[in-house]
């Protein structure tokens, strides 16, 4: 069984920073993309950034330029640098992987890390 798990959101002032992580865990073949994506109240889930296998990136155009997606040297922990934050991007951030295990090629999400940005 394959588990993400996210930490490092909490509260921060508009212009400040964080730092998310998430590690993958379990019985993982291979993994073919790592990302985040984030949910406000009342909005629908979208992407934030995606990191694939051969270390292409992708970011959401609201977010290009103050966040900064990268792999740890295991392949299977994915973190998110958050500069200049502002209040709108207060959210859940949850962690995806597209990746292959057991049951053959499935798509993971972790629980979620709430991020608040005060202005």
């Known amino acids: 069984q394959v588990q993400l798990v996210e930490s490092g959101g909490g509260l921060v002032q508009a212009g400040g920073s964080l730092r998310l992580s998430c590690v993958a865990s379990?019985?993982?073949?291979?993994?073919?993309?790592m990302g985040w994506y984030r949910q406000a109240p009342g909005k629908q889930r979208e992407l934030v950034a995606a990191v694939t296998s051969d270390g292409s990136t992708n970011y959401a155009d609201s977010v290009k330029g103050r966040f900064t997606i990268s792999r740890g040297d295991a392949k299977t922990t994915v973190y998110l640098q958050m500069n200049s934050l502002k209040p709108e991007d207060t959210a859940v951030y949850y962690c995806?992987?597209?990746?292959?295990?057991?049951?053959?090629?499935?798509?993971?999400w972790g629980k979620g890390t709430l991020v608040t940005v005060s202005s």
């Open positions: 379990g019985s993982i073949f291979r993994i073919n993309a």
């Open positions: 995806n992987a597209d990746l292959y295990s057991g049951p053959g090629r499935m798509n993971y």
